[in-house]
């Protein structure tokens, strides 16, 4: 989660972006979002540059005019005010911006996918690609390997799924094999799946069950947590027979565990007490 300083911070950017994507195509919006990483990229490369971006002694008009000098003319105008307002934030440290700096990226990937009518496609294709990759060992271990060089990682992705998915959710898996905000593999690619799906004003559910779902099934448990929940519940299924019987329900912090392995673990634990 976001400090509170940090969230008041990113708001400025993200309100930028708001408006600038309601009146632009998924092109245009795209060509942004790809600029804005290449900045975070810059960022993460250039340590100095994130101290003086994040210099809580410099006016927030230095800081944006710092940024705005050194990207104009090599990026859109779009982008150089999107960044300029991130950088006339308050942040509370260099990695703090650098994260935001990809935060916002990856909102203005998904704005253009969201306009392009293909933000539903995103979501459920990352999710898929990281089932893929966790019944996958040696392609897990590949894509987990923090020794190997982060552009090989990157390639691999490519050759994996160029072609095959939609380009935002080629770009976002390349993300997370990166390391999105700090994250491992995996919790990169379920930190961008929530953030697809919060931008459809849903929340993931991560069902695993030890058979597939019927579609009545699954329309059933979807109306059931959106009324727990109070908004739509986007389902994740992974069919995992190893729990014998019965579901686990997992959104956000909330864990609903009914397996009957579960069951059996506890029945097996109170016999040896």
Known sequence: MMEAINREAYGAAADKLAEFSAGADAQRISAVADETLSVADLLRREPRLRRALADPSRHADDRAELISSIL???????????????????????????????????????????RAGDLADVEDELFRFGQVVSGDPRLAGALADATAPAEARSELIG???????????????????????????????????????????????????????????????AAKLQQLYGRGVSLKIDVDPRIIGGMRVKVGSDLYDGTVARRLAEARTALAK
């Open 159 to 221: 050759n994996l799924l160029k072609g095959k998915v939609k380009t935002a959710t080629l770009r976002l898996a390349q993300l997370a094999v990166a390391g999105f905000g700090g994250r491992g593999f995996d919790a990169s690619l379920s930190r961008l799946v929530e953030l697809a799906a919060a931008r459809r004003d849903r929340s993931v559910a991560y069902v695993t069950s030890a058979v597939a779902l019927t579609d009545a099934e699954e329309e059933r448990l």
């Open 72 to 114: 104009s003319g090599k990026v859109s105008d779009d982008t150089v005010g999107l960044l300029a307002a991130l950088a006339g934030g308050r942040w509370s440290g260099p990695g703090a911006l650098l994260d935001g700096a990809e935060r916002l990226g990856v909102d203005a990937l998904l704005a253009g996918a969201d």
